[in-house]
């Protein structure tokens, strides 16, 4: 049954609560209120998780606690309950939930995007709703309610789990017996947000993470400059986040690196957002520990995988084993680490799951004095409920839990939960456990009888020898019914039984024979039943066994390392040293990497306490640097709008991808992780030096800022059907840019005028270009496209710094050489469509003679890892000279990124940025032995023979223990092969 809340005017705006409004009539029964005091007595009380009363006592009125102690006065004509040895426990509370609003569902869209918001008087975005209420459709939900009853929870924090900024929850009690108004604690009690898009909208901006960041980094910039009466419009988004923002703001994520991500919004925009954790923490858990954030915590641990199959195993990755059997230690990571958490049914089919995967969490080492406060107190603190709920503090609502023992055990019923002093019964205690086989005596018959699930949903069986009677059962309010058939069966009789057992070996009752004459009846528990009884001990004592948990690497997937990998000093001896500098290539040559620099080259060095490699018939080099990457991303496009200056890169690394341990067994040292080319002003570019096993902030260097451009067909959509978006031509490309580049100057003028301004972070971006702080790489094809960006440049008096996969540069290499800007491009890719169809091998060797800087990029994750043979291809078709061939996958990238000055070429005082190959570089043979960045090694090829057999024996370790999960008959998911997307400049995401 669902119960909608009224709406009657302004009536529901209620803050506080009482029973009943004295001014509402009464038609149903008698207006006065039973205003008694209710009294529990003999409990063992926990007032909070640090404190407890033994053999006290507990005094409620009209829902509230008046007192706790062990000699609490007992009022006159107060209602007494004997708990007789009971513990009481605060209710639990649930501090994200949608119970009882309902989301809406996905819409439909049309044949093209639509990039315009619906609504007028709002924000400009659709997927930014904090004016939405969960209040204005909440229903109570009864079934909802009982589940969440019997699982412990006495409060809800509900909201509308739709749009990125989704408005304020609801706080409601679960009170099955109260009215709507009773029941309602808040109707405004926290704000939400996500990354996630509005079902209620198709508006396309933003279609990536990077995007919705960026919007939430907006909204708030503009939110400020809104309050500050700066806007002669109005906006009911902005004023609705205003009037909110002194509530507890919290932010859901989908993992680990949301996390990070949410974190980062929370220092960039000053708001301490709570974070709804992914379950995954464990991974980088010094990472979380650093954010010092507030978290609440999914428990909503994966089956085990069903591998009995050999073929069908061969599909689950070694990352998804590995989150089985690590993620339920997530709880006890946390803990360890000393961040505040609360616990949620979030992620669970249902929350009759809660009490099973906690106890899995107990297992794994989250302590039971934590997790009473992650139920209890810490949710309080979180919505700054502390004097109102989660604790039996006097004048708190009277939300309790009655349990027959401490109320993590694993034989501790819940017996009752108490909501604003109203009783709701889960088990009955009058119900004692009567599981077993006994001797049934009947009017001088004998028969055997098991009876099993007591306690919940009864069942029994009675055997008279062999043979099997038809029985029924009935077990409430501490009454037992049996009814069973005759042996005799010619005839359709039955025996009946009543009676009330009791604690012990033997009870009896009234029995009602087949002539219906009344006797008794006595039911004796065999030693069967104790047979019974010792097993179930051994089931106890094996489930204290410590699971076995596999060791989180670095990163957690495979080849990740055991240990974090540290700079080392090394000296290399007797090399072919490929310098890349005027010193071209030194035979037998020593090179000594200390603190993770080039210290010193040349011959007989002094190894110094370094580690000596000997590298006698052997090549070192710089390490390769990939201009133009899509390798290490969640997202590549934003694609939501026509610019989108204002995404970052960074905001999408994935430090997991596999490919970057590829691109490191490639000689791959840097690269440049560029937006993709939905539009002409893409997002800001992340360069990243590979540090296997690092974090984002390890990679990324955030002092060289670099943007993507992008021309030709992907910016006007030639290919994607989408006609409803400017520009659809090569002319309103250029119309764009002239535009964007005349605001932003605009921009810059208002903002040093010392007048009031709104901060554009599009702008901001826009401007840095302009005033060369930020470096252009545009995506390029055809040459009259070429020759208009360099145009556009020019006329605001900046540079194009570089042409990316460029394949016309050779038509226009002289013009390039004269506006300064480099050329970075395929080797030889031609004719895949339409707008390449005059590409030439040539190409690189041509911008070369011309005096272009010119390099050979990948934009490709396998073509990445084989940039060596790339670059050896521009001495067959140009002739271009080995050394220079070389420098367009080392030196040349290197300045084209600004980088140059510590990475690129073998010279004292660089980056220790190196690779050793096994034998000349750019042969199809050449294997890279060893890869450092920085001084630290993070590829090794004897290192990878070891890590490909621990990968084996992992998986395997794995299997058994997922197939040892089968055979204790517990659930098990399908085998399902995790999929990975590689991504190319025309990667469209769909954030949902």
Known sequence: MIKKLSLLGGFLLLTFMVRAQDYFPINDGVKTQNTNYTILKNATIHVSPEQTINNGSLLIQNGKVVATGKSVNEPKNAVVVDLGGKHIYPSFIEVFSGFGVEAPKRQGGGRSPQYEPTREGYYWNDHVRPETRALDDFKYDDKAAKELLEAGFGVVNAHKEDAIARGTSVLVALNEKGDEAQRLLDEHSAQYFSFEKSNLSPQSYPSSIMGATALIRQLFVDAKWYAGGNEDTKDLSLEALNRNMDLPQIFVGDGLYDDLRISKLSKETEVPFIIVGGGDEYQRIGEVKATGATYILPIDFPDAYDVEDPYQAEYVSLSQMLLWNQAPTNPAKMQDAGLTFSLTTHGLKSPSKFTEMLKKAFEYGLDKKTALAALTTV?????????????????????????????????????????????????????????????????????????????????????????????????????????????????????????????????????????????????????????EGEKSDKKEEKSTETPEVMPVAFPNVAFGFATK??????????????????????????????????????????????????????????????EHSHIAAFAINESGQNSSAEVRMKDAVNPDDMDIYRDLAGGVTTVQLLHGSANPIGGQSAIMKLKWGGSIDDMVLDDIKFIKFALGENVKQSNWGSFSRFPQTRMGVQQMYTDYFQRA???????????????????????????????????????????????????????????????????????????????????????????????????????????????INSDDAEMSRRLNQEAAKTMKYGGVPEQEAWKFVTLNPAKMLHIDDRTGSIKEGKDADLVLWSTYPMSISAVAEKTIVEGTVYFDIEKDKQLRKDVQQEKNKLMTLMLAEKNKGLKTQPAKKEEKQRMHCDTLETLE
Do not use: C
């Not at 004998?446 to 009876?451: F, G, N, R, V, W």
């Open 379 to 531: 949710p309080a603190q979180i919505l700054g409920k502390s004097d109102e709920i989660g604790s039996l503090k006097n004048g708190t609502w009277a939300n309790f839990l009655v349990t027959s023992g401490p109320i993590f055990e694993d034989d501790t019923k819940i017996y009752e939960n108490w909501v604003q002093g109203d009783k709701f019964t889960i088990n009955d205690p009058d119900i004692i456990n009567i599981d077993g086989t006994y001797e049934l005596a009947v009017a001088g018959d004998t028969y055997e009888m098991e009876i099993s699930k007591s306690t919940e949903k009864s069942s029994v069986t009675l055997k008279q020898g062999e043979t099997k009677l038809g029985s029924k059962i009935s077990y409430s309010d501490g009454w037992l019914n049996i009814t069973f058939t005759s042996p005799d069966t010619s005839a359709t009789k039955y025996v009946r039984l009543v009676g009330q057992p009791k604690e012990g070996k033997t009870w009896t009752g009234k029995a009602i024979s087949t002539t219906g004459a009344e006797t008794s009846f006595t039911a004796t528990k065999t030693e069967k039943a104790v047979a």
């Open 565 to 626: 990998p540290k700079q080392e000093d090394i000296l290399f001896k007797n090399a072919t040293v490929w310098t890349g500098e005027d010193a071209g290539i030194l035979e037998n040559t020593d090179v000594l990497i200390k603190n993770g620099k080039i210290s010193r080259i040349g011959t007989n060095l002094s190894a110094g306490g370094a580690k000596v490699i000997d590298a006698t018939g052997k090549y070192l080099t710089a390490g390769i640097i990939d």
């Open 745 to 855: 100057k605009e921009y810059e003028t208002r903002k040093k005028s010392g007048k009031p301004y709104r901060k554009d972070y599009e702008m901001e971006t826009l401007d840095e270009i302009l005033n060369g702080e930020r470096f252009v790489t545009s995506h390029s094809y055809i040459q009259s496209e070429i020759n208009m960006l360099m145009k556009v440049a020019e006329d605001f008096d900046f540079r194009i710094n570089t042409f990316t996969h460029i394949l016309e540069g050779y038509k226009v290499a002289d013009k390039m050489a004269e506006h300064g800007v480099a050329g970075s491009t395929f080797s030889d890719w031609w004719a895949y469509k339409y707008e390449v169809n005059d590409a030439i091998p040539y190409n690189a060797a041509i911008m070369w003679s011309q005096g272009v800087l010119t390099g």
